[in-house]
């Protein structure tokens, strides 16, 4: 077992298409954070060449910035885009689960590893955030999503080993 710190710069958001009887309006809003999940990792028996293991942890991101684009359709004024960074909360708490497996190639390392984050915490700071986004009634939103990661690991310093 193992304790795991991988802060990240991720990109959150959504997208919705509305179509009325003359047009078609898409919404979406795109979140920028830095996340810092913090996760245990159980690493089952492992071959000459792989190790499996399993995550779990605590996530807590950190809101960098965050839009609300309006798409309206091509005849029509185009693009709007409202900053929306105060009506989103500063901090997102959440849960991670993933698998991955460890990959040896010598002393370096490849890792490939799928995770699912939920999001605890409702992102909306103004529980009026309908009336700067267009929304019908109170909003009530969670950021959750599957992640794939790959990595590589490598040794530094008078650890590497040299040919002679």
């Known amino acids: 077992m193992s304790l795991r710190f991988e802060p990240m710069y991720l990109q959150k958001g959504a997208e919705a298409h509305f179509t009325s009887e003359l047009d078609e309006v898409r919404y979406e809003n795109s979140l920028d954070y ?6 245990l990792t159980y690493s089952f028996a492992a071959t000459e060449t792989l190790t499996p293991y399993l995550t779990f942890g605590p996530t807590v ?32 708490f959440g849960i991670a689960v993933g698998v991955g497996t460890r990959i040896h190639a010598g002393e370096d ?6 995770r699912y984050t939920w999001g605890l915490t409702n992102i909306f700071d ?5 009336d700067c986004c267009d929304f019908p009634g109170p909003v009530d939103l969670n950021n ?4 794939v990661l ?3 690991t490598f040794p530094l310093g008078s650890n590497r080993s040299r040919s002679r």
């Open 34 to 39: 830095l996340e810092l999940p913090i996760l």
């Open 61 to 92: 991101g950190f809101n960098l910035g965050a839009d609300f684009i309006t798409r309206l359709p091509g005849g029509i004024a185009g693009t709007l885009v409202a900053d929306i960074s105060e009506e989103i909360k500063l901090v997102d």
């Open 109 to 114: 390392s490849f890792f490939i590893v799928s």
């Open 150 to 152: 790959t990595s590589y």
């Open 126 to 130: 103004n529980p009026h955030a309908s």
């Open 144 to 147: 959750r999503g599957l992640q």
